[in-house]
């Protein structure tokens, strides 16, 4: 029960840093990662080895880093304040750190999973998820923005990290248990 509790705090955290530190549209598309992450490690438990998804988990790991590079030089946030009317954040803030922190437990996930802990298959529910699922949203906020559909900083490198989120949902999701 107390890691159950540990991880809806931990998915509503993330939420909530999303929402004050970039609004709430992005704190709505956190939601589906993080709180989506929580529903599908509650309703899909698993019991799949650190071995089974060990290569989609280090593809996506390496292809969100190269996401997060095509956010950075592709001005990401200055084009997600135009949606949101929220200033773009000082990336040094504890806010932001703490979402950073978020992201950084992802990193825990192959420690815990070789110990089967229960938190090991909630950070990779939640990682699968906001990879698979939440970044789809970069095909969403062109619709919000006031000229014809284009490019969005970050849509390239989600042409490859969302399947590659797929396929470690479906290794998670084939071994229930």
């Not at 200055?78 to 932001?96: F, K, N, Q, R």
Request: a positive charge; hydrophobic letters at 60%; zero cysteines.
């Amino acid at each position: 029960m107390a890691t159950k509790l540990f991880a809806l705090l931990f998915s509503l955290v993330a939420v909530a840093s999303g929402y004050v530190a970039l609004g709430l549209i992005p704190a709505i598309v956190f939601t589906f990662g993080f709180l989506g992450g929580y529903v599908l490690w509650l309703l899909i438990p698993s019991n799949a080895s650190y071995f089974s998804i060990k290569i989609p988990l280090f593809l996506t790991l390496a292809l969100f880093v190269v996401h997060k590079i095509e956010e950075r030089t592709m001005n990401f946030f200055p084009a997600l304040s135009e949606i949101t009317g929220v200033p773009v954040p000082d990336m040094s803030s504890p806010l932001v750190y703490l979402l950073y922190a978020t992201a950084i437990a992802w990193l825990l996930i192959p420690f815990l999973l070789k110990r089967q802990h229960p938190l090991g298959y909630y950070f990779a529910w939640t990682f699968f998820a906001s990879m698979g699922i939440t970044e789809l949203a970069h095909f969403v906020f062109p619709f919000f923005l006031d000229q014809p559909y284009g490019y969005f900083p970050g849509m390239a490198s989600v042409l490859f990290l969302a399947p590659l989120a797929w396929w470690g949902i479906y290794r998670l999701a084939r071994n229930r248990i």
